[in-house]
């Protein structure tokens, strides 16, 4: 849903060369370093949604169709994914600062580039760049977090500061992209850059110096061939999804394109397995509950915004409803998040996280069931926005307990990397659904002169698809409560 942020190891306090204060109490550096930090991190929580509501209005100015609108929605998608585990040794080699910082600038000249976009190429181009640099000052922010506030009450106040800034962005996004497309969907995508233009000036002088690591000192090495075979596997197996309902299976760019995903994939897990620090180290897949919490997690994110990608062309294609309009209708499955992202830890601990897990897994498939039988003329109170309060429940129970499930199943003094996997799993959900839902939905298009009813029936088989993963994700939380044999050596 949004991008979220890697758990660093604990530092020790003022690692940074910061003033922490051990009373709890924030200096005004502190305040202002937050601030920036938080800041940077709303932006990168709205790129998630921002594209969502101006969707239609690209394609009409681009003369794009839904499989090539999807790009702009997974663009941002795949780099976030396929940048997130190797940041992390970026920024070990590198030090945060420098790649923070970096990340910032670059961040701030592609939203830029991305409004004065004239083609899909280089909108798309962009899109992937922001989700990069998202992946390195996401979980780069955190990390500078604990090494500036000292641990205890200051550092968990700071914490859940950030959070909630990452929270709330998503819904913000929905709101800001509805009101600038009003005046031109470029807007929706310029914004950004002048706000990280303030926040890159801020952090010239508040990010401290943190120096990187090399070999010699213990550095890990950057794994460059994984880095790049995830990053290239990605958008091939996209552009192969895509390609299906234009030019069928049997096509060569199809085959060419699986084929390459596949070859990809292959190297991807031959290097792994004979590399000293992986990225993705065996130890940490090997955990049950790791890996269904990673799958839950990409199964709850992807369906879901398959979802906005099928309603917001159903409310702005065949309601007729503005940009601005649509937004707010789709803040009923965002907002509860952010407002109850301050309290998401209480109640994994009051609950559990498999309880919470087990019960809020049972809203999406029963949501998407709802909006299966909508028809025309179709009421927002009625057919769509049961939908939305059910997948807003969903998020609220569900999303922090899957990644505290994820973390509890690290193996110990790992919980960044655990949690680098889980997040790039819910990465690729957002990747790979918007893609599938698009596919089908340009699959299955009516012809020019088509009612409104069959417009809408032509979206059943995406929603069907977009049902099954929701099924599908509750049958892999519901093996939570499976008995398992006892087994000293068995992983959580």
């Not at 998202?134 to 990390?143: D, F, K, Q, R, V």
């Not at 992807?302 to 007729?320: A, C, R």
């Not at 109850?340 to 087990?358: K, M, W």
């Not at 926005?385 to 509890?408: I, R, W």
Request: aromatic content about 8%; some cysteine.
């Amino acid at each position: 849903m949004r991008p979220t942020t890697t758990t660093p190891v604990a530092e020790q306090p003022g690692a940074d060369g910061t003033d922490g204060t051990a009373a709890g109490r924030w200096s005004p550096r502190q305040w202002a370093l937050l601030t920036v930090l938080a800041g940077n991190m709303l932006i990168d929580a709205l790129e998630v949604s921002v594209s969502v509501v101006a969707l239609p209005s690209v394609g009409k100015d681009l003369g794009a169709d839904p499989v090539t609108l999807q790009w702009v929605m997974t663009g941002f998608a795949t780099g976030f994914a396929a940048a997130l585990l190797f940041g992390t040794r970026l920024v070990d080699r590198l030090g945060r600062r420098r790649v923070y910082l970096a990340a910032v600038s670059v961040f701030a000249a592609a939203s830029l580039a991305g409004a004065l976009a004239d083609t899909m190429g280089l909108l798309v181009a962009t899109r992937i760049v922001k989700g990069v640099c998202a992946a390195l000052t996401a979980p780069t922010g955190l990390a500078i977090i604990t090494g500036t506030f000292p641990e205890g009450p200051a550092r968990n106040r700071a914490v859940s500061v950030y959070s909630l800034f990452g929270a709330s962005g998503f819904s913000l996004g929905l709101v800001l992209s509805g009101l600038l497309t009003e005046a031109s969907w470029r807007w929706t995508f310029a914004f950004p850059a002048p706000v990280a233009a303030v926040l890159l000036l801020a952090g010239l002088r508040l990010v401290p110096e943190q120096r990187g690591r090399t070999r010699a000192d213990g550095g890990r090495p950057y794994e460059l061939p994984t880095a790049l075979g995830l990053a290239a596997a990605l958008p091939a197996l996209v552009y192969g999804i895509v390609n299906v309902p234009r030019h069928g299976w049997a096509a060569p760019g199809t085959l060419t394109a699986f084929g390459l995903a596949a070859a990809l994939t292959a190297l991807v897990v031959a290097r792994e397995r004979r590399a000293e620090h992986p990225l993705l180290p065996p130890r940490v897949l090997a955990r049950p509950a790791l890996r269904r919490s990673a799958f839950g997690a990409a199964a709850l994110n992807g369906s879901y915004l398959g979802l906005l990608f099928v309603v917001t062309f159903h409310l702005q294609t065949i309601l007729g409803w503005s940009p601005a309009r649509t937004g707010l209708a789709l803040l009923p499955a965002a907002l509860p998040l952010a407002l109850s992202a301050a309290y998401s830890g209480r109640l994994v601990q009051r609950f559990g996280a498999a309880r919470l897990i087990g019960v809020g897994y049972l809203a999406p498939p029963l949501g998407y069931a709802l909006y299966l039988r909508t028809s025309v003329p179709t009421h927002y109170a009625t057919d769509v926005l049961p939908t939305l309060l059910l997948l807003g429940a969903a998020f609220v129970l569900c999303f922090a307990a899957l990644h505290l499930q994820a973390l509890a199943a690290a193996p110990e003094a790992e919980p960044g990397v655990a949690s680098g996997v889980y997040q790039t799993a819910v990465q690729f959900g957002a990747v790979l659904m918007p893609a599938l839902v698009a596919a089908l939905m340009t699959a299955h298009r009516p012809g020019p002169g088509a009612s409104a009813a069959d417009t809408l029936a032509a979206y059943h088989p995406a929603l069907l698809l977009i049902t099954t993963v929701g099924l599908t994700g509750l049958a892999v939380s519901a093996t939570a409560f499976l008995p398992r044999r006892a087994s000293r050596s068995s992983a959580p």
